[in-house]
């Protein structure tokens, strides 16, 4: 797959609401060309919300959206068809003749080149992880998403996936908005890192350093986000 640079992602006065509730409220963010950015927040702060109004799958929200036409997304659960084969997933809804070999080269950069007629349920966890991301890839987004992808892998199996993902995206560049619970994750993978509550954005950090960062050195930076989060009180000691 030949390397995109991304595009800009422009949201202004956002709103969307469930049962009389404002999730997202004046909601106003940009994301440059090519940046990762992770968002953080409580349950039920309106994250995923956001990820699927930036993937045009919930067109009920107000305010002004510039969101460019390449769009991919991978969700936490790698929502495979099990009746089709590894290479079927990656390439299903592509055109042209050489569909089947950029799906294999997609394969082959998550490490799964070996696998393209294997059936969805042999494979582990990560490997289902890596063959939602090489179907995500393989369209060559200008914006990814990625809407809690690790989230069901154990702690090895997530580490090397934020490898996998970082150099995945040093390759390609797309902009990235990965949708997470993990603080030291999104301190790992991401340029800059905004906090989502009551509809908002509320804190926006920049970790400092190049990947891979050491975490030690973000441990103050993980505390200011914790704050912003609500989980650690300004007033303690």
Avoid at 124 to 147: F, H, K, M, N, T
Avoid at 177 to 188: K, N, P, Q, S, W
């Amino acid at each position: 797959m030949a390397g995109r640079h991304g595009s800009a992602v422009t949201v202004r006065g956002l709103v969307r609401g469930f049962g009389g509730r404002r999730v997202l409220d004046g909601l106003d963010l940009r994301f440059g060309p090519g940046e990762f950015v992770a968002l953080l927040g409580r349950s039920g702060s309106g994250k995923s919300t956001l990820l699927r109004i930036l993937a045009g799958l919930d067109r009920e929200a107000t305010g002004e959206l510039d969101v460019p036409d390449g769009v991919s997304v991978a969700f936490q659960e790698p929502r495979l068809l099990p009746w089709r084969t590894v290479g079927e997933n990656v390439w299903l809804g592509l055109r042209g003749a050489d569909r089947r070999e950029t799906a294999r080269r997609a394969l082959a950069e998550v490490g799964l080149g070996d696998r393209e007629d294997a059936w969805p349920l042999t494979l582990s966890g990560g490997e289902a992880q890596r063959v939602s991301l090489a179907r995500a890839l393989v369209r060559e987004p200008a914006l990814l998403l990625l809407d809690e992808p690790f989230g069901a892998l154990d702690a090895l199996t997530r580490v090397s996936m934020h490898g996998l993902v970082g150099r995945l995206w040093r390759q390609h560049r797309p902009t990235v908005l990965l949708v997470t619970h993990d603080i030291d994750e999104a301190l790992a993978l991401a340029d800059r890192v905004l906090v989502l509550s009551d509809g908002r954005i509320t804190g926006e950090h920049v970790p400092a350093g190049e990947r891979p960062r050491d975490h030690g050195q973000l441990a103050a930076l993980r505390g200011r986000i914790l704050r912003d989060l609500g989980v650690v009180d300004d007033g303690a000691a």
